[in-house]
């Protein structure tokens, strides 16, 4: 079963039937509220607004270790995470779908990043972030077989810096952003990715493009109206995307994240754990 996460412009979808409310309690606090079992088109899975139903939380202030806790223990084998982002390339334009495959960090350490720490101790490889397994599967669907019905354009490998917000960037840390190698710049998808591999579960991005940062005076900055209007034209498309994903079996089939995270990570013997995390260190490593 595939969890989705949903980020801003992609809080709901118009066409999910609710199957079930789901219990956001866990180890960490609270999921982020809007976590519910939906259909689609008879396919069932797991979705939650990424900063509340009603977009009540900053990138900074999401839960993201019980978000997802709570998708791992409700049984998700992988994660589709949505969510929207500026571009620091001009080929990457505003309604085009980037996928990308590498990650910099640039956020404070004001989020909480990691199921390890104060007393389970461990290291994850985060060489290969996202699940490169689905990428290429979903490069087959949408480029081969689906080249006709998608109406926008797809892009595959890129890398995504991740900065803490709320602000946007000053020119001079966007310029510096693209000297790094970066294509994309957005604030919510790390700690999400880290996570997702300590937990074992395959992570496949979406990252939707809705204005281009500031590092080229030439281009115009947009307003908050036309970037609510490509957010809404953005969610369109990713809801395409997903209906096609979801009638896909078993697409995490063969992903190096099963084999990954605190099930080869921990450096110290499982009865050296802390007995008050045994139980929720049990559902990470299952």
């Excluded at 779908?97 to 990043?113: E, G, M």
């Excluded at 996202?130 to 490069?139: G, N, P, R, S």
């Excluded at 204005?211 to 307003?223: F, G, L, R």
């Excluded at 896909?248 to 008050?276: N, V």
């Amino acid at each position: 079963m595939f969890g989705v996460i949903g980020g801003s412009g992609f809080e709901k979808f118009e066409e999910f039937e609710t199957v079930e409310l789901l219990n956001r309690e866990t180890p960490f606090g609270l999921a982020s509220s809007g976590f519910k079992k939906v259909k689609v088109e008879g396919q069932e899975f797991l979705f939650i607004s990424r900063h509340g139903d009603h977009h009540e939380h900053m990138p900074s202030e999401i839960n993201y270790r019980a978000n997802i806790y709570a998708l791992k223990n409700m049984g998700v084998k992988a994660i589709l995470s949505f969510s929207a982002v500026g571009s620091l390339q001009k080929e990457h334009a505003p309604g085009d779908l980037v996928i990308p495959y590498q990650y910099i960090d640039r956020t404070k350490s004001l989020r909480a990043h990691t199921f390890l720490g104060e007393g389970l101790i461990g290291h994850v490889s985060l060489a290969k972030p996202i699940c490169e397994k689905m990428a290429e599967k979903l490069k087959e669907l949408v480029l081969v077989d689906n080249k006709k019905s998608l109406s926008f354009n797809i892009h595959f490998g890129q890398t995504y810096v991740c900065i803490e917000g709320p602000y946007f960037s000053t020119k001079a840390e966007s310029n510096t952003y693209r000297q790094m190698g970066a294509q994309i710049i957005g604030m919510s998808n790390f700690p999400e990715y880290a996570l997702a591999r300590e937990a074992g579960l395959p992570y496949l991005p979406f990252s939707f493009v809705t204005d281009y940062d500031c590092w080229d005076d030439a281009i115009p900055h947009v307003t908050v109206e036309e970037v609510i209007k490509v957010m809404k034209g953005n969610n369109a498309k990713a809801f395409a995307i997903l209906k096609m994903i979801l009638k896909q079996k078993e697409m995490w089939a063969g992903s190096l994240a099963f084999d990954g995270g605190l099930r080869t990570g921990l450096f110290m013997p499982k009865e050296a754990i802390p007995t008050s995390k045994r139980p929720w260190v049990d559902v990470l490593m299952n």
